[in-house]
């Protein structure tokens, strides 16, 4: 696949803590949807709550902690679209290292009838457009 094409910087806060002083497990899911949602601004250009969309895996490794104080990068890309499916690989590191090394899968969801959409030809256009891929 090819390099990440998208990336936040986030600082820590103390509520990310865990007993042992570092970043709990949990919270690295949360760092990787707060790059997605600034993704999804940025790049679809629509706030990632209004979007009709429905997380449907995640998978996560851990390698390294994360300390108060450090800078995190998350970084992201978007792999081959499926009809409804959107997979999204991740990559946390604070001072070069990696973290954490994750993938989500999102689908597109029609809320109404609560059901797997297509993917909106909008949405597609531009995630092709800034990953550089061909999405089908």
């Known amino acids: ?8 910087e986030l600082e820590p806060q103390y509520r990310d803590l865990d007993p042992n002083g570092h970043v709990n497990q949990a919270v690295y899911s949360s760092y990787c949807e707060q790059a997605r949602a ?11 709550d209004r979007a009709e969309l429905a997380l449907v895996k995640l998978e996560l490794e851990y390698s390294a902690e994360i300390l108060l104080g450090e800078t995190v990068t998350v970084r992201q890309r978007i792999g081959e679209l ?5 997979p999204i690989e991740y990559e946390l590191s604070t ?9 989500v899968v999102l689908l597109s969801y029609d809320r109404e009838a609560r059901e797997p959409a297509p993917i909106p030809q ?3 256009d531009a995630i092709v457009e800034y990953e550089g891929h061909d999405a089908e």
């Not at 600034?38 to 990632?48: A, L, P, S």
């Not at 001072?95 to 994750?102: L, N, P």
């Open 122 to 124: 909008e949405w597609r």
């Open 82 to 86: 499926g009809e409804s499916s959107i």
């Open 1 to 8: 696949m090819s390099a990440y094409t998208y990336e936040i």
């Open 95 to 103: 001072d070069g290292e990696t973290a954490a090394t994750g993938s």
């Open 38 to 48: 600034k993704y999804w601004e940025d790049v679809i250009g629509q706030r990632h």
